[in-house]
């Protein structure tokens, strides 16, 4: 019994490694290098900090599901761009014709440009929201959550719309 359990792992560990390598992300190659420029907020609404945070975001998730590394100048892949959009608008109304839920939405336009493959290069606007009550302010923790929320979101649409074919 004892034998048959350590060949269903040899034969199992050999057939996964046979089918090459697989990445839960989707991305199974990657570039060995990639830069992500500052995105500037240009965006009528400015809320402070956000261009950094959101900078960061991306180099973070880029790092964390890929081997590429992190470079400021040279990168295979490059990616730079602005966030064009901070607006809160309310989404629903009452019986009374007041807001129930206010609707955060930011938009950022990713110039995304390949070294390797110039038909690779890709310019696209990346936006999605968050919604939150009306009488709630959005401050403090809230604030943090619905960064939290659309970053993760919006880097991770970039990546699969820029990554996922190499």
Known sequence: MRLLKYISILFLSLALTGCGIYSFTGLTETPESFQVNFF?????????GLD???TNALQDLIQ???????????GEVI???????YRIAPMTATSDNKAAQNR?????NVRYINTLDEEKDLEQRFSFFYDYGANEQLVGGLKDEAHEV???RLTQDIINATLADW
């Not at 990616?79 to 959009?85: A, L, M």
């Open 40 to 48: 500037q907020n240009n965006a009528d609404l400015v809320e402070p």
């Open 52 to 54: 950094i945070d959101f």
């Open 64 to 74: 964390n599901q890929t081997s590429a590394q992190l470079v400021t100048s040279g």
């Open 79 to 85: 990616y730079e761009g602005e966030i064009v959009e």
């Open 104 to 108: 955060l939405t930011v938009s950022v």
């Open 150 to 152: 659309i970053f993760e």
